[in-house]
């Protein structure tokens, strides 16, 4: 807000705060809303390096499931080696971004990881650390806003078969 101005009332939000022309809003929450978070985990068994899984029905499933018709949902891999993202799930994709990742970030030997821990997975670490290991959807209608070829993905980056274990926590009214 500048110097002078009013300040706006946007819904149930407080009037901003400002000091030296820098201002800080802070929400304002009635008795009568309800805000709600829920959370629950999707298991998966991966086959190693580059497998893909399509999350997209098992994340919509539990936006559903929550109750929450307005929020957001946040989808988290549990571990360093295993990335989320939101892509276009078809088999030419499903090649290209490994296919990338293992451009730009190729298996080898070289990687500090590597130095320390000969586990060959040093680039596993780091393609994972490129996607990310989370995602965060807007909800509406107890659905999660995606395009018409959007679905959200998870990415295997690790070099052998895994259990991963796929965090969905879902918050809003």
Known sequence: MATGSSPVSIGNVEEPKCE?????????HSAQEKDMVYQKQILLETRGHRQMHDLTADVT????????????????NVGSTGALGAIEYEPGLLEDLPDLLDKLIPPGRDYGHEQAWHDGNGHSHLQATLLGPS??????????VLGTWQQIFHLECDI??????????????
């Open 20 to 28: 030296a022309g820098n201002c800080i809003v802070f929400p304002f």
């Open 61 to 76: 499933r539990i936006v559903h499931d929550s109750g929450v018709r307005t929020g957001t949902a946040h989808v988290f």
């Open 135 to 144: 995602l965060t959807v807007p909800v509406a209608d107890r659905k999660p």
């Open 160 to 173: 052998k078969p895994r259990r991963r274990t796929i965090v969905v926590t879902v918050s809003g009214e």
